[in-house]
């Protein structure tokens, strides 16, 4: 096991769109698992894709912790997810803050479906299909935008809601809702 590098934001392997995982049973990407789990563990957070390890393959490693603020957030172990496709359930959007290891210190409002379907293959091979909520998908949803380039910047709606961790924590304000606009059928 080792502890990995991580990239933050500026690298250019995380604007880069990932690669599939041809075999997600092979050792090597068992152990690129383990070691993200053991990165994670040591910089503290829920959540964590290859890119930001330089490594740019189509899978993320992500947990829900128990006793969240928002309750009613049922716990996910720690579990890998490969090759995953996400697809929104509905239209409803959700504001939350999110942070990212690869943008140490700060943290932003971001909106997000609030329920999607999450498929793909998990670190034993077996097939993932099911329907997530809430923080849950909310993770989810920002671990699979890193296997697209893609950082929670690139989705805010409101560049108010962004700031230092340590600030932010001596405040409390309500997020803003998000008004979609009307579905049309194109
Ligand atoms: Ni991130």
């Known amino acids: ?18 690669v599939e995982v041809a075999d997600p049973k ?14 994670l563990e040591d910089a503290g957070g829920v959540g964590l894709a290859a890119p930001q390890v330089h490594e740019g393959l189509r899978l993320f490693i992500y947990k829900v912790p128990g006793g969240r603020a928002d309750a009613g957030e049922p716990e996910v172990p720690l579990r890998a997810v ?12 959700a504001m939350g803050w999110e942070g990212c290891l690869s943008i140490p210190g700060l943290r932003a409002a971001v909106p997000r479906y609030e329920t999607v379907r999450l498929a793909g293959v998990d670190g034993t091979g077996a097939a993932i299909d099911e329907e997530i909520s809430g923080f849950h998908a909310r993770v989810v949803q920002h671990e699979a935008d890193h296997l697209d380039g893609i950082m929670y910047p690139m989705r805010m709606a409101d560049f108010r ?4 961790n340590e600030e932010l924590a001596k405040f409390e304000f309500p ?12």
């Open 26 to 39: 092979a050792p090597e990407i068992a152990r690129l698992i383990e070691n993200m789990a053991e990165t």
């Open 161 to 164: 809601y962004f700031g230092f």
């Open 175 to 186: 997020l803003p809702e998000i008004r979609l606009k009307e579905p049309v059928d194109e």
């Open 1 to 18: 096991m080792a502890i990995l590098k991580i990239a933050r934001m500026g690298h250019p392997v995380l604007l880069a769109r990932a």
């Open 82 to 93: 490969i090759n995953p496709v996400i697809t929104p359930v509905g239209t409803k959007i």
